[in-house]
């Protein structure tokens, strides 16, 4: 008896010491440059995306990052497509995936509203994702 509880404690001690996996239908996080961090998972393929700064102050510049995984293999020489919901305009900007597998684009906010929640919608090779900033 003593040696089955000893055996259930070893047990048990070896399965805390495991990591967890995400849950299903969460998407892991990608290594992605930024802030505000977002990743959707569709099938074998995962898009993230980040933001330089979440609050950036008005007249500065914003940078937007992307990546795009497909069976675990970062997807080159992709076009990312960033397009900044503002209050009353939507800008893009786009760049390319690099041979890391991540994209960026930078664009000036101008006078951009304070406390205006800005979403960014990133889309790569027709796959979505939204991050997004305040002005402050």
Request: with cysteine.
């Amino acid at each position: 008896m003593r040696r089955l509880s000893w055996f259930l404690l070893a047990v048990f001690l070896l399965v805390q010491a495991i990591p967890s996996a995400p849950a299903l239908g969460q998407a892991a996080t990608a290594a992605l440059p930024g802030q505000n961090v977002v990743c959707k998972t569709s099938g074998k393929t995962q898009i993230c995306a980040s933001v330089s700064n979440k609050a950036p102050a008005q007249y500065t510049y914003v940078t937007v990052y992307g990546s795009l995984k497909v069976n675990g293999v970062m997807q080159k020489s992709k076009t990312m497509i960033a397009v900044g919901h503002y209050k009353t305009t939507t800008p893009s900007c786009q760049g390319l995936t690099s041979s890391t597998g991540v994209g960026s684009c930078k664009r000036g906010i101008s006078r951009a509203t304070k406390g205006y929640r800005v979403q960014v919608v990133v889309t790569i090779n027709g796959y979505t994702v939204t991050t997004w900033f305040t002005p402050g």
